[in-house]
Every structure is written in structure tokens, then in C-alpha cells.
């Protein structure tokens, strides 16, 4: 059974950057389409970011992009989000998932329902 672990969050400062990355455990990444998802108090589970099985075809929420690149190396079985120019608007728990290849990435990132295994989060705090 895939499990999943992240790492790398923290606190940052406003401008700052910050990578994470979640290592696979179980089975390998290369079957699964993978995201990063993050949710705010208060808020619901939002997609971050998400990328095909092949790495060549990738989806950024408006609110990250230009500032957030995800990446894979499936023979590491390792997923990264590296994360540039954070605002205080994205302290939230950041979560990577992982989910069979059942509709497109896009369609994917905009439901979390999609995907079947999730790590336990990573908190990430954008403060002064």
C-alpha cells in the first residue's frame, strides 16, 4: 500500500522560499498522477498544484504561479514543491497526494476526492 511522507515545511519570512518533499513508501510514484494540496484554518483543502505520471504536463492554482514549481523523480519514488516569494496568504498544512490516472491534471488538482493516498501534512508559516 503507497504511503506517503512529507517534509520541509516551516517558518519563513515573507519573500522567503521553502521546498518540500514527500518520499513515497510501499510502491513507486510511477503509476499515479501526485499533487500538492494545503488547507488553511478554517478554510477547505485547496489544490496547489498537481503533475502527470511523466512529469511533462503540470497545473498551478492562480495564486502560486510564477512562484511555486512541483516536480517528480519517480525513480526516487519523490515528490518536490518548491515554493518562491511566499506570502503570508499561504501559511497553511500542505499536504502531497497521490491518485490513479482517471481524468486530467487539471481536473484533478481541482478535486481532492480524486486522489487515494495522502501524506499527514507539513506546516508551512509565512510570518514576520
Known amino acids: 500500500q503507497l504511503q506517503l511522507a512529507e517534509s520541509g515545511g516551516g517558518l519563513v519570512q515573507p519573500g522567503g522560499s521553502l521546498r518540500l518533499s514527500c518520499v513515497a513508501s510501499?510502491?513507486?510514484?510511477?503509476?499515479?498522477?501526485i499533487g500538492w494540496f494545503r488547507q488553511a484554518p478554517g478554510k477547505e483543502r485547496e489544490g496547489v498544484s498537481c503533475?502527470?505520471?511523466?512529469?511533462?504536463?503540470?497545473n498551478y492554482a492562480d495564486s502560486v504561479k510564477g512562484r511555486f514549481t512541483i516536480s517528480r523523480d519517480n525513480a526516487k519514488a519523490t515528490m518536490y514543491l518548491q515554493m518562491n516569494s511566499l506570502k503570508p496568504e499561504d501559511t497553511a498544512v500542505y499536504y502531497c497526494a497521490a491518485g490513479p490516472h482517471i481524468s486530467t491534471v487539471q481536473t484533478m488538482c481541482l478535486m481532492p476526492s480524486l486522489f487515494t493516498s495522502w501524506g499527514r501534512g507539513t506546516q508551512v508559516t509565512v510570518s514576520s
Open positions: 503533475i502527470s505520471r511523466s512529469g511533462r504536463t503540470t
Open positions: 510501499g510502491s513507486t510514484l510511477d503509476p499515479y498522477r
